[in-house]
């Protein structure tokens, strides 16, 4: 049993490293701003968008950005919500733990320390 268990393990492993993408858009815009999806033969599809806010010198400024990828895993899809900028990036999915209450004390400093 445990062979055949891991024979199947592999077969799927393998399966994984034929995937090919069967779709991709993308584009920039002239205000920085950027969209780009795609989707593989293993069920795997992302999307996402952002602007660039250049800084007022050289290599400085930041992205804002946020997207959504999927895939599947035994049968089940999930599914991330994020958004990245200059406070990091936050993913959000039901199969992931929530820490949004302690973004609040992120950066906090406690001057009665």
């Known amino acids: 049993m445990k062979t055949v268990v ?3 393990l592999v077969a799927v492993a393998a399966a994984d490293q034929y995937a ?3 779709n991709y858009q993308s584009g920039i815009d002239e205000d920085g701003s ?3 999806e795609y989707e593989t033969t293993n069920g795997i599809r992302a999307k996402e968008d952002g602007i660039s806010y250049p800084g007022n010198l050289p290599n ?3 992205y804002v950005m946020s997207g959504t990828y999927s895939y599947t895993w ?3 899809t999930y599914t991330v919500t994020w958004t990245a900028d200059e406070n990091g990036f936050h993913p959000e999915g039901d199969h992931l733990p929530d820490f949004s209450h302690t973004r ?3 950066g906090f400093v406690d ?3």
């Open 34 to 36: 950027y969209d780009a």
């Open 60 to 62: 400085t400024g930041n």
């Open 111 to 113: 001057d009665h320390l």
């Open 104 to 106: 609040e004390h992120i």
């Open 6 to 8: 891991l024979l199947c």
């Open 20 to 22: 090919r993408i069967v």
């Open 74 to 76: 035994e049968g089940k």
